[in-house]
């Protein structure tokens, strides 16, 4: 195919990806599978409302916001199997709504998966659409995308590369992975998190028991080591405050915000960008061993602000609590001039010690955002960046519809700073 692919027209080509989805299609059946459920309810359905400006495009649940990778970085996931028949969507749309979900991230690095299972010769869209998307995506959407997963890939998907390959840079292409099984992203990002079709997993399942001689992982979780006592992240605040003679902000807090303070405040796109994930790794199991971090030594600010995020975002309980989330949705059903007094009482009835922290990090990201004509991070822009890490919901992850009021919540606080703490003192509290 390789040898004879010269010269080919794009009729040519179409007809050759429709073969090898038929081909796809056959091997499935080979495989005992029934066709992926077209019209398969999306995880975040429930509350998605009809006043959504692409409420036809996004009830299917093709595209959604599934949490962030290892390094915090936002993830967005893209489920062929949740595709109707191609008359009964409009992909013009759907690349519309693409694009509509991107524009939320696109400022700070994100990644994106793609779950090929389930693009079939009923739903996929032509060549032309995927070029003219190709090329929708101009330098704001590919400069900080930092990877860009397949999952399940087929002979069609070698086919689309033969296409593009004229079209994508070189730098782009790095950035494209291929995993043939779900548990290969395990390594590259909180599995437990991501928003996976049950036709993909079933898909999945069936390709490895086809595996002979090599057992199926074991879906069983093993049980949690106790902590180091010494231990930073993934541990109470509760537990920090004990094992650190009473101190109420937690060592890793108080070293990171003092070094950004230093050093930091005036760089640009501080909190937007991601080192390597397996430095902020070695640097975690630093600070968990007890052992000293020296931010020079790495020579970048943003390791610092990585790892700040990290440990917010790791912590058991999210620092505004389980309990105010919901409050926390209602802000924008708000008169506006009434936010900053409502975000002030429900800040009021947050546990001492999380209010000591939240306190603390909205003290430093307002110096911060004093700072945005020279750093760009102004209070909306660190809101997006820190929102879903302060809050999050007991069960399962932040729909696509809280994304507003959880990152206007975050503006308020950041930017209103001295109104919403500054009734509330606590002794023993300071101040970066």
């Given amino acids: ?9 794009e009729i040519d080509f179409e007809q050759l990806a429709e073969i090898e989805l038929k081909k796809d299609e056959c091997e499935l059946s080979s495989l005992g599978e029934r066709k992926a459920s077209l019209l398969q309810p999306a995880a975040e359905e429930v509350d998605l409302s009809m006043d959504h400006p692409y409420y036809d495009i996004a009830r299917h649940g093709i595209i959604q916001v599934a949490g962030d990778d290892n390094c915090g970085r936002k993830v967005i996931t893209f489920s ?22 991107l524009d939320q991230y696109v400022e700070n690095d994100y990644i994106v998966i793609y779950f090929h299972y389930g693009l079939n010769s009923n739903n996929k869209p032509s060549l032309s659409w995927l070029k003219t998307a190709y090329k929708e995506f101009d330098r704001k959407y590919k400069k900080n995308i930092k990877a860009l997963y397949i999952v399940h890939p087929t002979n069609f998907i070698k ?25 290969d992203l395990r390594e590259h990002l909180k599995y437990d998190q991501l928003i996976i079709p049950e036709d993909v997993i079933r898909h999945d399942e069936k390709l490895r028991s086809a595996q002979k001689g090599q057992p199926i992982p074991s879906t069983i979780t093993p049980p949690p080591r106790p902590p180091l006592p010494t231990q930073q992240f993934g541990v109470s605040l509760q537990y920090l405050k004990n094992k650190n003679k009473g101190e ?19 760089t640009e796109g501080l909190f937007r960008r991601s080192p390597s994930i397996q430095m902020i790794k070695e640097i975690q199991k630093l600070y968990n061993l007890g052992k000293p971090v020296n931010f020079d030594e790495y020579g970048n600010i943003h390791i610092p602000a990585v790892i700040l995020k ?3 975002r790791e912590l058991p309980e999210p620092l505004l609590t389980f309990e105010c989330y919901n409050e926390i949705l209602g802000i924008t059903s708000v008169e506006s001039s009434l936010r900053v007094a409502n975000c002030k009482q429900i800040i009021q009835k947050l546990p001492e010690h999380n209010f000591v922290i939240l306190k603390y990090l909205m003290c430093f990201l307002h110096a911060v955002s004093q700072e945005s004509i020279l750093n760009k991070m102004t209070a909306s822009n660190l809101a997006c960046v820190f929102g879903l890490n302060l809050i999050r919901p007991l069960q399962g992850i ?22 919403i703490f500054n009734s509330r003192t606590v002794a023993g509290e300071s101040l970066p």
């Fill in 310 to 312: 990290t440990f917010l």
């Fill in 398 to 419: 932040s729909s696509l519809s809280a994304l507003v009021p959880v990152n206007m919540f975050t503006e308020l606080l950041i930017e209103f700073y001295h109104q």
């Fill in 80 to 101: 062929c199997c949740r595709m109707p028949p191609s008359h009964q969507l409009d992909h013009i749309r759907l690349l519309q709504y693409l694009k509509y979900t």
């Fill in 159 to 183: 086919i689309l590369w033969h296409i593009f390959k004229p079209l994508i840079s070189h730098k782009f292409g790095k950035k494209v992975s291929y995993l043939n099984y779900l548990s």
């Fill in 248 to 266: 109420l902000i937690p060592p890793v807090m108080k070293h990171t915000v003092s070094y950004l303070k230093e050093k930091g405040l005036q």
């Fill in 1 to 9: 195919m390789r040898n004879s692919a010269e010269g080919m027209s």
